[in-house]
């Protein structure tokens, strides 16, 4: 006896934390801007603007499991989300997974984005696998400009500069490729 009431008691609770679980998560209609921007969380990145109806852009840190995003692409998506009990801290308070592509549309060729970073800026910018690559993202320069300065960020912008703004101008050129056209200090 004491058996079957254990049973019924364990398939209560299974069935209660299953069923709050699924209160908690929502699915929703999201615009993915077509540029990262440099945010902070666990350290600097690049993060993804997203905007619900009705709503201003907001920056979020963290991934969209099942969606790969690409530069020079603006991205309608249906994602669900859910709460994270005890997230990382500066980390995301919410899971979110891609449930479809509603859309995408590629940006025109020439298209500028201007992305600006403060703080340590010495890994901004770093060479692997034949190209420059912008926290992980890679990028060419434009031949009239000198990429690899941008390595030695301690040699152009001395002490106690390095700490302070600095400006990249990219424009797309297409097949989700940007090109570096301008770069240089904030004042």
């Not at 907001?58 to 669900?80: Q, S, V």
């Not at 005890?86 to 298209?111: H, T, Y």
């Not at 302070?164 to 101008?169: A, S, T, V």
Request: aromatic share 12%; glycine share 8%; charged share 20%.
């Amino acid at each position: 006896m004491k058996i079957f009431f254990a049973s019924i008691f364990f398939a209560l609770c299974i069935t209660g934390c299953a069923g709050s679980g699924e209160q908690n998560r929502k699915t929703k209609i999201v615009e993915i801007e077509s540029s990262l921007y440099p945010c902070y969380g666990e350290g600097l990145a690049l993060c993804m603007q997203v905007k619900e109806e009705g709503k201003s852009y907001r920056l979020i840190n963290g991934e969209i499991a099942g969606f790969n995003y690409t530069f020079g692409h603006t991205y309608m998506l249906e994602i669900e989300e859910t709460p994270i009990v005890n997230p990382p801290q500066d980390g995301s308070s919410v899971a979110r997974k891609l449930v479809r592509i509603v859309s995408k549309i590629e940006d025109e060729i020439g298209k500028e984005y201007k992305l600006q970073f403060s703080g340590d800026l010495t890994s901004v910018v770093t060479f692997d696998d034949q190209k420059y690559q912008l926290l992980g993202y890679g990028f060419n320069c434009l031949s009239a400009i000198d990429c690899s300065n941008l390595l030695e960020l301690h040699s152009i912008f001395p002490p106690p500069k390095i700490q302070h703004n600095l400006f990249l101008k990219f424009q797309y050129a297409g097949n989700s490729e940007l090109v570096l056209v301008a770069y240089g200090q904030l004042n």
